[in-house]
Nanobody, 115 residues
Framework: QVQLVESGGGLVQPGGSLRLSCAAS????????MAWYRRAPGKQRELVAA???????NYADSVKGRFTISRDSTKNTVYLQMNSLKPEDTAVYYC?????????WGQGTQVTVSL
């Protein structure tokens, strides 16, 4: 059974940093395209960053230059380093792993950017 478990969320002041982790069990992250999504209050879920099985990377325009997605295959973990955080980054962040036809989600971790 595949499980994705996020951690690292919390409360941070504007301009601060957080690193989210997504630990996978029951599968190997290097075989999947892995991504981070977020859902802010009252908004639809949006793609934040993705790292593909061929190591290509894609970012939402709103986070380019501030967020970095990476994968450590030895730890079977995907990370999202978030710097220069803004109040509009406040959301529940979800880890996703997919390899057609399989698609898995974590339970989400709350990130709140506020004074």
């Amino acid at each position: 059974q595949v499980q994705l478990v996020e951690s690292g969320g919390g409360l941070v002041q504007p301009g601060g940093s957080l690193r989210l982790s997504c630990a996978a069990s029951g599968t190997i992250v290097s075989f999947y395209s892995m991504a981070w999504y977020r859902r802010a209050p009252g908004k639809q879920r949006e793609l934040v960053a993705a790292i593909f099985s061929g190591d290509g990377i894609n970012y939402a325009d709103s986070v380019k230059g501030r967020f970095t997605i990476s994968r450590d295959s030895t730890k079977n973990t995907v990370y999202l380093q978030m710097n220069s955080l803004k109040p509009e980054d406040t959301a529940v962040y979800y880890c996703n792993g997919h390899r057609f036809p399989l698609n898995y989600w974590g339970q989400g971790t709350q990130v709140t950017v506020s004074l």
